[in-house]
């Protein structure tokens, strides 16, 4: 009996930190973006304390496979948190695009080869095919954001996690000339096409080197390459950290300080 009471308090206990949780998140408007029939969904957070006489900053979030859909919500799963502490917001007001990748697409062209337990061995990542529809629509997306007179077009950042941290390499490679600095955690991309955006756009690149889904060596080779192009990025590794790298980057206390250092001159 009282093994089920304290399951009961239990699931009661879970079940108020989620709804809560749910109604932080809610601080994210629902946005939807429609352009020649795509449809992008996508979420916005407001900067603290808006003032519409102000430009601010404005963040783009990209999330990794598992949170790919339509409900508009899985895509703040994790790093939507993250973005609602107050000492953030208040410290670095800013916009926060988090758009949702649909189900079976991709945030850039990637293609991979695994091995017979499905791990990654080897990828491609073309740059001379078509970008994939959910990202076309980001890119007018955000065109269409630039033009509103909102937003700082000279601190416009973008990070992501996993399939997000390869969407990341790819929107700074195609798009230097947008992005004042970038995070990618636990990504992969075109390294032989990274003098597109070296010391264009300051990149802070991190891993778990225990990573068991995206290996560890998609970072270690834009570490050398970046380092041999005498770029501008940071490189973290954690020891014995395996795919869940961004728990550590979410607490990492200097990320924004760094991100928000950096403006297109």
């Given amino acids: 009996m009282n093994y089920c009471r304290y399951l009961f308090f239990c699931c009661c206990f879970l079940l108020v930190a989620l709804q809560g949780q749910a109604q932080e998140l809610d601080a994210f408007s629902y946005e939807t973006y429609y352009h020649h029939g795509d449809t992008l969904r996508y979420r916005l957070l407001t900067p ?5 006489h102000k430009k601010y ?25 993250m973005f609602l502490r ?13 758009p949702q990748c649909p189900s079976g697409s991709s945030w850039a062209p990637m293609n991979f ?9 080897s990828a491609d ?38 399939m997000g941290g390869m969407g990341t390499f790819y929107m700074i490679t195609q798009r230097p000339g947008l992005f004042a600095a970038a995070f990618a955690i636990c990504g992969a991309g075109n390294v032989a096409e990274a003098g597109r955006f070296a010391r264009k756009v300051p990149v802070w690149i991190f ?13 270690r080779v834009y570490d050398a390459k970046l380092k041999s192009l005498r770029a ?34």
């Fill in 113 to 121: 080869k695994r091995d017979s337990t499905g791990k990654i061995i």
């Fill in 48 to 52: 603290a304390n808006y003032d519409v």
């Fill in 86 to 98: 107050d000492s953030l917001r208040t410290r670095y007001p800013a916009f926060v695009l988090v």
């Fill in 57 to 81: 900053p404005l963040i783009v979030f990209l999330h990794g496979a598992g949170e790919r859909g339509y409900d508009n919500n899985a895509q703040l799963l994790h790093g939507g948190t």
């Fill in 125 to 162: 990542f073309p740059l001379d095919t078509p970008a994939p529809p959910a990202t076309a629509e980001l890119n007018v997306l955000l065109d269409s954001l630039l033009g509103t007179g909102k937003i700082d077009t000279k601190r416009v950042y973008i990070g992501g996690l996993s």
């Fill in 232 to 265: 501008e990025y940071k490189y973290t590794e954690y020891p014995g950290v395996g795919h869940n790298s961004w728990d550590n980057v979410f607490v990492e206390p200097d990320l924004f300080r760094w991100l928000f250092s950096h403006k297109k001159k």
């Fill in 207 to 219: 891993h778990g080197d225990a990573d068991g889904v995206v290996p560890v060596e998609g970072s």
